[in-house]
């Protein structure tokens, strides 16, 4: 059983930047493809980012694509989304998910394991 807690959300304006830490405890953490997902009110929960177990592949998608930018320390079982020339689009609820798996997907049903959330609002 792998428990994922997210942190490093917060207000941030327009243009600015921001590091999410996805930790995780418990499981073999290095097998796991991790992601990152968001989720506004009254929305489904929307694919950012995921990353292989190696590191070695990633996926982004079309709307973060250049801006953002994930990794993984194996050795600390942590994940990072560094977030760049943020939008007020990019304001949601950001979720940590893991899925024991060789390759790495953009697919929300794959994942089996998910963190709490953290808040990010990019303001004007």
């Known amino acids: 059983q792998v428990q994922l807690v997210e942190s490093g959300g917060r207000s941030v304006q327009v243009g600015g930047s921001l590091r999410l830490s996805c930790t995780a405890s418990g499981g073999a953490f290095s097998s796991y493809a991790m992601a990152w997902f968001r989720q506004t009110p009254g929305k489904e929960r929307e694919f950012v980012s995921a990353?292989?177990?190696?590191?070695?592949?990633?996926l982004y998608a079309d709307s973060v694509k250049g801006r953002f930018t994930i990794s993984r320390d194996r050795a600390a079982k942590m994940v990072f989304l560094e977030m760049t020339s943020l939008k007020p689009q990019d304001s949601a609820v950001y979720y940590c998910a893991a899925e024991q798996s060789l390759r790495v997907t953009a697919r929300i049903e794959e994942y089996e394991y998910w963190g709490q959330g953290t808040q990010v609002t990019v303001s004007s």
């Open positions: 990353i292989s177990w190696s590191g070695q592949n990633t």
